[in-house]
């Protein structure tokens, strides 16, 4: 015969205890605080990592300054334009003596490339032991560029007005001034000139008053 099983089947499994589950929901709860907790770190990590490429992004798109200049009106070609009248300084009653005045002529290069206009530079100076007097309004003014016996330009040509200006410089001073030639020539009484200057030697003279400077000589290509 048999063994005989026992009565009511075999046994159910066995709840656990109180205690085991108040563990459970310990070790529960602190997964979920540690799951957060992470969630939070890694959120700030991408807030800080992106934070730099939007304040660079920002930066990037701000507009730079712009600088305009007002472009000026050309003055016409046949007449020159005369510098701005000066305020005549206050006489003091000594005019320099003509052989106390020295006038010099210069160009500010050598040679100009085509398209490039020379700056005629006349400068005058006191070579008196006092100081004195000396006009050097435009009205006492001329530029004269010339091709060996060939008259090219004058300042005094086109100017339509001079002024007079009596500067006291001391001994040894000098007084300066500049005119843009700009490369086409003049007749006298501003008569209409159609050819232009070529390639080639120029010598450019400088007169102020009655004392004319010694020539200069550039180049233009």
């Given at each position: 015969m048999g063994k005989q099983q026992p009565a009511g089947g075999p046994p159910g499994p066995r709840?656990?205890?109180?205690?085991v589950y108040r563990r459970r929901r310990i070790v529960a709860a602190l997964l979920a605080l540690l799951l957060l907790a992470g969630l939070g770190f890694a959120v700030f990590g991408v807030v800080r990592a992106l934070a730099p490429e939007e304040r660079a992004v920002a930066e990037a798109t701000v507009p730079a300054p712009t600088l305009t200049s007002a472009a000026a009106t050309p003055a016409p070609e046949a007449k020159t334009p005369a510098p701005a009248p000066k305020p005549a300084e206050k006489?003091?009653?000594?005019?320099c003596r003509?052989?106390?005045?020295?006038?010099t002529a210069a160009t500010d290069?050598?040679?100009y490339p085509a398209g490039t206009a020379p700056v005629l530079i006349l400068t005058v100076t006191n070579t008196g032991k006092s100081a004195c007097e000396i006009n050097v309004g435009t009205s006492q003014m001329e530029f004269l560029v010339a091709s060996g016996s060939d008259r090219i330009f004058s300042s005094a040509d086109c100017q339509e007005a001079g002024n007079d200006y009596l500067k006291t410089v001391e001994p040894g001073a000098s007084e300066t001034a500049n005119f843009t030639w700009e490369r086409h020539r003049s007749a006298p009484g501003c008569a209409a000139v159609a050819s232009t200057p070529n390639p080639g030697y120029y010598v450019f003279t400088?007169?102020?008053?009655?004392?004319?400077?010694?020539?200069?000589?550039f180049e233009l290509e």
């Open positions: 709840r656990p205890s109180p205690a006489s003091t009653g000594t005019a003509p052989d106390a005045v020295s006038v290069a050598g040679t400088a007169r102020l008053g009655e004392t004319r400077s010694e020539a200069a000589v």
